[in-house]
């Protein structure tokens, strides 16, 4: 069931089931006009959540916001919009690029993998899903691309859009909500670990200080928990930490297992998540950050 963080507003959780690949939270607020549904998840069983609870509120899809255009907060955007007609998208334009950059090579990437054989059926299961939305990416593109940040009212509700560049992608979004001052970060917060595959790290560093800066009540991060104001400073500490540790010279597995420790608060209480953290952060230090000079390869910044 979706949980609720204040006056109509309502959380779908994410997941990142061993084996799988993830979906982001989303985010439903409620306006005069319909239903806001911020970020629309990767697999089906996600999407049709967002569907359940719209049907249950007796309320239309007005409005869809990607934070980002990764494939775990945008591939539910066709079926809703199909669900949906009325929905628009509101998103930054940087999937243009990421779909010729990122988004079809990695596509070959997972053609290559499903024709080895070395695919377990749930993981292959998922990157088919991921080719076919790829396959269809323009379906993916924002029906009102947001070039700033601004304050704006979707389905009747006033909203403030923030737009940060070089961040996790070359242009997120994040989302305050006046109401009821809850902040959703996108993938500018993340656990077990922020996703740095195609991040500018200082840019990343800027927007969460910017989100430091709004007197929020509750945040909501692309993965994992919600989080109140000493969650969200812990985490961003730990952020600062792990680039500064990445930019030096320390042993990687010495920065993944600071960050482990310095999130540690905020994981589950088992230790696989804490070693999926790890393996991660050791990955993003040496493949990911140290092999492209301090940030990703995707980041022209
Ligand atoms: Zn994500």
């Known amino acids: 069931m979706p949980r609720q963080l204040g006056a109509d507003v309502w959380l779908i959780t994410g997941g990142f089931a061993p084996g799988r690949q993830p979906d982001g939270n989303s985010v439903v607020l409620e306006g005069p006009h319909g239903l806001i549904v911020v970020d629309t998840g990767r697999h089906a069983f996600h999407r049709e959540k967002i569907e359940a609870f719209a049907e ?44 010729p950059g990122f988004l079809r090579p990695s596509a070959e990437q997972g053609r290559q993998f499903l024709a080895s054989g070395e695919a377990a059926p749930e993981m292959a299961e998922d990157v088919r899903g991921d080719i076919a939305t790829i396959e269809a990416a323009e379906r993916l593109l924002p029906d009102v691309p947001v070039e700033r940040s601004n304050s704006r009212k979707l389905a009747g509700r006033r909203l403030d859009l923030r737009l940060a560049r070089h961040a996790a992608t070359a242009a997120d979004l994040w989302l305050y909500d006046p109401k009821s001052r809850v902040l959703v970060a996108g993938d500018l917060v993340t656990l077990p670990i922020p996703f740095l595959d195609t991040a500018c790290p200082e840019g990343w560093r800027s927007a969460l200080r910017e989100i430091s800066s709004v007197d929020f009540r509750v945040l909501v991060p692309g993965h994992g928990s919600v989080m109140a104001r000493p969650q969200f400073e812990l985490y961003r500490t730990a952020f600062a930490d792990f680039i500064d540790c990445a930019a030096g010279t320390a042993d990687k597995r010495l920065c993944a297992d600071r960050w482990v420790a310095a999130v540690s608060p905020l994981l589950g209480i088992g230790e696989a998540e804490k070693q999926r953290a790890r393996s991660m952060a050791i990955y993003y230090v040496g493949d990911v950050l140290r092999a492209n000079g301090g940030k990703s390869e995707h980041c022209d910044a």
């Open 56 to 99: 249950a509120r007796g309320r239309p899809v007005a409005a869809i916001v990607n934070t980002h255009w990764h494939l775990d907060h945008v591939s539910g955007n066709p079926a809703l919009k199909s669900k949906y007609p009325g929905a628009r998208v509101y998103s930054t334009r940087a999937i243009e690029a990421a779909i």
